[in-house]
């Protein structure tokens, strides 16, 4: 049984590894963000677009946005991670070649994703 406590104790250590870890790239990530917004927050005050003040405001704004955002990937309790699909419509448009070469591209998509349902199913 000594064997199923050096698991636990394995498994213990790997979570505290991966959260340290985590914690770093988060707070490297961070502090490039907010290098980045100080370069183009000095750029503008050189430029005259906005004080110093407002400059200060302005990266702390993104570091707070930063930090209150989830991470990219994630799920919300808004809807899954990925994006929602858009259809576009085109009733009224002329037909152009623009058009035509969009259709036939459209149709070929279309016809490789029958195909590779197809494939699946065998």
């Given at each position: 049984m000594a064997g199923l406590g050096d698991i636990v104790q394995k498994a213990f250590y790997l979570g505290v590894g991966l959260a340290s870890y985590a914690g770093e790239?988060?707070?490297s990530t961070l502090s490039q963000l907010r290098t980045q917004a100080q370069k183009l927050a000095d750029?503008?005050?050189e430029r005259g677009e906005m004080t110093a003040e407002e400059a200060r405001k302005f990266v702390d704004d993104m570091v707070i946005k930063a930090q209150q955002q989830p991470p990219a990937g994630t799920a919300?309790?808004?809807g899954p991670?990925?994006?929602r699909r858009i259809e576009i419509l085109d009733e009224e448009e002329p037909s152009?070649?623009?058009t035509?070469?969009?259709d036939h591209l459209r149709d070929q998509v279309q016809a490789l994703q029958e195909e590779l349902r197809r494939l699946q199913r065998e």
């Open positions: 790239r988060a707070g750029e503008m005050v919300t309790k808004e991670a990925e994006p152009t070649p623009e035509k070469k969009a």
